[in-house]
Every structure is written in C-alpha cells, then in structure tokens.
C-alpha cells in the first residue's frame, strides 16, 4: 500500500469516528506528512498544477544531463508542464544500442548525433543549443609540473594571483604518455641526477616540484573510448595531431586501399597513448571534482561546462575560486557540440523549448556553457562576462587557433573500435 | 471545538489530496527491491529501514556476489532473482561485460561511496618496516621484503572469492610490475608474487571473516590486506589490544568506489530514490560514521581518521585475463607451496674476472642485497627449494636448499662466490643432469612447481651432444614434461642453441649482455 494512499484514508474515517473533543492522535500523527506534502508542493511550484497533466519524457543522455537535472532547469520546464527521467549512459552507447521506448537523446557531441540521426527514418527535431571544449582537469602541481617539462604555458591571472588556465602543446604533452623516452623505459628526463621511469610524474620533475611523490605514470584518465564521447573526441584529436594536424583519412582519397591502411596505422600508433591507463572509468567530472580526485588520477578528460560549473559553486559556497584545480587547454584545441534530438512528438516539444526559451538558455551559462545566441558571431562573450561577474577568472581564447576537426564518421568509427577493440552496434529492429 | 477539528481534518484532506494527485506522477508505492551484494557490505544493513522509512524502497541484502557478479546478467530470455547489485566494485564484472563481445548491456552504475586497499600493521611491524623502507615511507615492496625473508606475516581474503582479496592483489602485482601504468599481459606472465605470498599465514572467503578470525587470534600475523574501512571498523571495535596502523602504501592502492548497480531496467525509479537517499548529505555522514567509508558527496565533511590523502590510485588492468591470470598464479592462500628452482651455473674458466663477480652480484642481490622496488619482489624466499649447480666439463659442485633462515642464503652464495672453475664446457650435460634433479624433485612432490635456469658463457664443448640431451630428456617421462628451462645467455654463449633447449622446454631466453645478469636473473624469476 503506498504511503500517500493510506495517509489519505485515515483522515477521512476520522471525521467519522470523532468522539472526543481533542484533535484525535492520527489525524495529530498525520498532520506534519500533510504539512511536509503542502510545503513541498509550495517550494517546487506545482501547487497550482496539480491536477494538470505533466508529460514525463524518457531521455537517454551522458554529461549533459548536468544540465537538465540541474534544479532550476527543472523548475523551468515543470512550468511548460515537462519532466525529464534520464538514463544516463555514454554518448556513442546511446547511439549503439537500442532507443526503444526513448523520448529524446542528448548525445554530447557530433559524432553520436550524427549515429542516431542516420538510424532515423522520418525527419527529426534537433537542436545544438551549445558548445563546450574538451579539456584536461588536473591539479596545480602536477600543471607546475607540465610547465617545468616545457609542455605546458600559464595563462597570465588578471589579478596576478594563481591562474586557474594552463594551454598544453599536444605534440609535447603525446611525447610523455608513450612510456617510453625514445624508446628506453627509464631515463632522467627531469636531469635531477636520478635515472627515473620514463614518462612517470616523478621521473619529469614532479618530485622536485614540491616534494611530493608518485611513480606513475603521466596518463590521461578517460572514460571507456566504447562509449563515451569524450574519449571519442579525445581519440580524434589525438589522431589530429599524431597526423601532424591534418584530418585523418582526407588523404589518398583516390586509393580507397591505401586510406584505409594508413587509418589503421594511425590508430595503432595512438592506441598506447590510451590503453596504458589499463581499465577506463565512468564519470570522469565526478571523481575528478571528488575529494579524492587528485589520488584518483593526476589528469583526467572532462568538457570545460563541468569545471566551470564547480568553480561557479565552489565560489558561490565559499566566496573563493577552487584554485587547486586547474585547466590544460589542448593545443590543437577540439570543441564538442551537444544535440538535443528529438524522437517522438514529446520530444519535439522539448527541442523547441531549447529552441525558444530564453530562461533555460540563460541557465546554461550559469551552468558554464557556451551558448550560441542567434545574431552573435562567438559563443563566449556572455559566459566570460557571466564569470567575471561571479569572481572567476575567465579562460583566456588560445592563441594559436588551430581546430581539430573530427574524421568523417566511417573514419573515427574505424579508429575508436580500433583503439577499444568495440563491439558492433546493435540494431533496431524495425 | 468539534468544528476546528472538522476543518483541520479537511483542510489535511485536501492538502494530501494534492499531495497525493501531484505524488502520482512519482509513484509513491512502496517496492521491494533485492539485491546482490558483496559480503563487505553488510555493515550498511542498519541503515536501511530507515531508506524503507524515507523512500518507500525496502531492500533485501542478498550477501552471495563474487568478485566478478557471477550469473549476472542471466542467459537471455530469464529474468534476474536481483533487481540491483550492490558491490565493492564492479571492474571485474565490466571487464566480463566487455569479454561478451557486446551483447550484453551494462546496467547503470553509480559510486556510494570510496575506501582504497591498504595495509594495517601491528606497532610492531610498521615500526620495523619503516626501518627498512627509504625515507621511512612503506610501500608494497617493502611488505614484499619483509614477507619474503620471514620477519612480516600477513592475511588478505581469498583472491578467488573476495573482491577485497582480488583488488589487494592487482594491488601489490601492479606495484611489482613496476612500469607505473596497468598490468599488462607480459606483466604477468611471469608470478612476480611468490616471495610476497611466502608471507601470508592468514586467509578467509572474505575480509570481514579475515577481520573476525584475526580478532580472535591476533598472533596469527603482523599485517591485514584490507580495506582502509575495514581496518578502522577492526580497530574501533576494541577487539584489538593495540589498533593496527594503517598504512597507504608509496607505490599506490587500489580504490573501491562500492557502486550500486541497476540489474533489472524496469525498476529505475526505485533505483533513482535509492540512489538520491544514499547520496543525500545526511546518509553520507551515517556511511561514514558507521563504516569508516569516505563519503563521495562533497558537502560532507570527512571525519578526521579520514582525511590523511589516500596516496595514488593504481590503473586497474583492462583485460579479465590478466586479472584471472593473477589470481591462478596466486592459486590457494592456504596451501601455498615454494617453488623449486635449479640454477645451473658456469663455472668454466671464461668466467674468472668480471663475470663471476657479475654472477655473485646476482645471487647476492637475489638473496636480499638488491633494495629496488623489482628486487625486493624478486628476491629468493622462505620456503623456496633452491639447488645450485656448479658445471664446467662436468657437475663441479652440486647443493639444494630448502630457504629457512638467512643462513640458508649465505650457504648459497658461498657456493657461488668460493668455487674454483674448469677448462671445459658440457651445457647439455649440465642441462641433463638439471632434468634429473628436476625429475626426482617434482615425483616427491608433484603440487611444487620446478623451473631450471641455465646460464652460460660459452659454446658447448663436451659432453653430450643437444641430440643426445633431447634423447634422454624424452626417456625422463611425465615428470619432466612439467619443467621449463630458461636459459640466460652470457658473454660468447651460442644464442641459437640456448633458444632452442628453452623453446623444447616450454621457456625462454634471456640475454644477460642487453642489461646485466642481475636484471636477467630477475626477468625470469616466477616465470612458469
């Protein structure tokens, strides 16, 4: 018997039985569930809906449900009579398996999106309401570190205090995750005098950046390259790079054959450079944001959002930025763009919603994205204005303005399953 | 004073009618959920009238779950006797998932709470081991160390049945291995870990068993594997005379992030509530106070005992296989067996000089002067049977031990460092004579593995022939199949030859001259 139900009855029989003159006990004993209940219902705002229909959309998305189980997101949609229920699952696992049943998918970059949009029959909504780069969460003293093995540059705080922003040249930074120094597996990289693991954090320096100590490796902790679109993206902008900043599989575009080995070489070439982490690990932006995040992994693969929303509470809650975490921005830099597609007329409301709505746009930014706003040539104005309100410093647009762009998505698919060693996509049956 | 009373009671009615028609899109019914649990989580079980309380969602703790979810998911078209799985962690489970080629569907998974693997030790022991550990800062090569020479005995839950006991051993076998990144499968191709089991006296199902027997008879050892949680819930019990110290080991741990797992997809709402109440900041304290667990949500504090950083976490390998390989190496905790080793040994005269002292170097290091991380895992333990032989055109000096004490050691290393040399070299006839030793070794006890490492400088120049080695190898039988030969190639020795008696032999080749005989003796040692 559920709770309310029974709470429901009792007050009624007891308008029945009232014998004597005091308040009886279980009308007293129901009296704060009651209270609790109209307060509640007060708070979210439904008091004046509750007998209207509210839609519940069945909603499968990754990183980005940040924003839709964000509260005020929520309230904001509850007042266009929409709730979101979210599975969350990896983007390119979104775009693997079944979506049976699902509403509206939010798949956290491109190459998801244009999976699910391809399986479609009829024409669908969608909507790309913003963008976000990828970037690599660390800890100041292992950015101190970077800086000291000449692949990392600060960016200059404009307070002069401790910056929160590092640009990291990938070419160097691929150097250090191979393990190895020109193929020797120890060596003194750091020239402290002391022959080190090659490629470990304390044979580059990070013993002697503060007396600290971790004989591992510098790794980059990424979620499942299977699954997620972060290490998909990653992948590409590794392939970019170890490419020497061309797009994979743009050339020999008249030999099929010879295309296709050279993707195959690439991707080999690139696979250490994720498979020496051994296992992946889900929710990298939670173990990184964590207490324990710095024992968790020195480096690990998140979207600039994720960050940018802990600083915006950290501040909020503390009156200070969180300047122990700090930002490498690759250079080639590879930005993501999530979208919103809808699958069933429920969905389309919810697209056109993102579409439209002002408020929900504006709640983005406050959440740390980059919005795109109709009229607008960037995407970054508002939020670097938004930071500069709120205390934090605003990242500053790298220089050198190289773009990795994404193979074709035959070409990434080929490199991700490579490097993952995937399974093939399940199918819906129509 | 009836009236108020009437009016109170419809003013409720109807605040709980709206309560009730909003509820309604929540599904307020109350559901019964069970779940699959590991064992070490049996100290939540109090907590739990209190989620029925709060959400409506009883759960029903169903403390069977093996380290890798054994049964889960169940062959398609049967449905689950669990709705949820709550675990230590459930790598070993993924990594199943990933091994089915994909036709499996991960369910969802969410962290509850984190505690790494670490090593508690009596005052005693820790005081001891800082001793010996550089800067006075412990790691697992140390506990290796001591393990192996005897002065440290441990306990750790089975590897084969607990997923404490199987992260404690990705745990020190990734320590071991050294590279500072995952296992790898030629990481483990080799059991690196026999000196450091050669120290475990205690063992159980699972940690909480390993916890409770060590309470009731603590002489049994001077060091527990276990979760941080553990050690703290053993040493707040008071059933201890002196707490265990509890050491995050230099070269890293293992983190358990005990996620609660969604089995059946048709109960995800009562998932969702269980999940937000176990995640709410006032559960998390409760976690914490109750089961020494740090919490994972941000807004709560952690008690003092843990706030001392946790040191690095470790890569978990990304294959079942390594995993698996591991834990059957390691084998069972209780009838753990030395290995025997027969080292044939060159004595002809090529290897006065720098040789032979490189060669002193070795088994010096090998019995405990070699202080690095590797060494310390390497290195000959109690309970290993080692037989050194000494060959020049024939058998020069032959001697096994049975490694009991130190003096054992030094029994060795005399052999090697004072014995005279020869003017021939007879490898196959050594070799043959290795195979004998080896024979009579595994026919008087069949469970103790034997391996025969041969290391020469030199091309064979009398004795048998390779052919007639072969030959009286073949007619050894059964009991010789079982035992590889790893060759070691030194100075002028013929290469070719030597891979060929290791391939014959199910071994392999290593060649001193790349690095040094000290690091080729290493290479080899737990190969199988």
Redesign the interface.
Known sequence: MSHSARAVEEPRLSTRQVRRRRVPRHVVGALPIALAGLIALLISGNTLRPFERIVTLEARMASKSDFFRDPEVQRLLLGHGIRVDIRRLGSRGIATQSLTGTDVVFPSGQPAAKIILDRQDRSVRSVRPFVTPLVLGTFRDYADTLVKAGVATPQRAPDGGPTLYYDLKMPAFMSLLDGTDGGRGTADQDGDGRPEGADTWNGIGFDTVRGRSNSGRVLVRTSNVCESNAAGTYLSLLAFVANGNTTPGTENVNDPRLAHDAVTDLAARIKPLISLQGMWADEQADSYLSDLGESIAPISLIYEHQYLAHQIAHHDRSGEQDTDRVLLYPTPYALTEPQLISLTDGGDRLVRLLQEDGELRDRAIELGFRVRFSGEDGTSERLNAYLGDHGIQAPAANPDQTKSYEPDLEVLERIITYVGTCPPPVQDTP | ??R???A???G??L?????????C?DG???VTLRVLASPELADVAPLLAELEEDT?VELELDYTATADLDGQPPAAGRKSAHDLAWLASD?SF??RLQDS???L??P??T?IM?S?VVVGLTPDAARDLRGRAPGG?ISWADLADAAADGTVRFGMADPRRSDTGRAALVGVATAAA??????REEDVSCDRLRGFRSGQTLTAPGSRELTDTYAERPETADALIAHEAELLSLNASGRLSAPLEIVHP???MV?SDFPLLLLD?GE?EAYGKVVDWLLSADTQRELMRRTHR???N?DVE?SPELRT??????????RLAIVRQLVDDYGDPVHATGDQVVFLLDFSTSMRGERIAALRAAFAGLSGADRTSTGKFARFYRGERLTVVRFGGSVLEERTVTVRSDADLETLDRIVADGGFDDATAVWSALDRGYRIAADAVRAAPERPVAIVLMTDGENNTGLTYAEFLRRHGRLGSAADAVPTFTVQFGEADAAALKRAAAATGGRTVDAGLSSLTDAFKEIRGCH
Do not use: I, K, Y
């Open positions: 004073m009836r108020p009373t009437t109170l009671t419809a409720l009615v605040a709980l009618l709206a309560t009730l028609t909003s509820a899109t307020g019914d109350h409506g790598r993924l990594l080629a994909g036709g569907t991960r969802e998974s962290s984190r790494p800062r050294g590279t500072g990144s995952a296992l230099e070269d890293g983190l997809p995800r740090r919490p994972v941000q952690p950083s946790v040191g690095n976490a470790l890569s978990f390998p990304d």
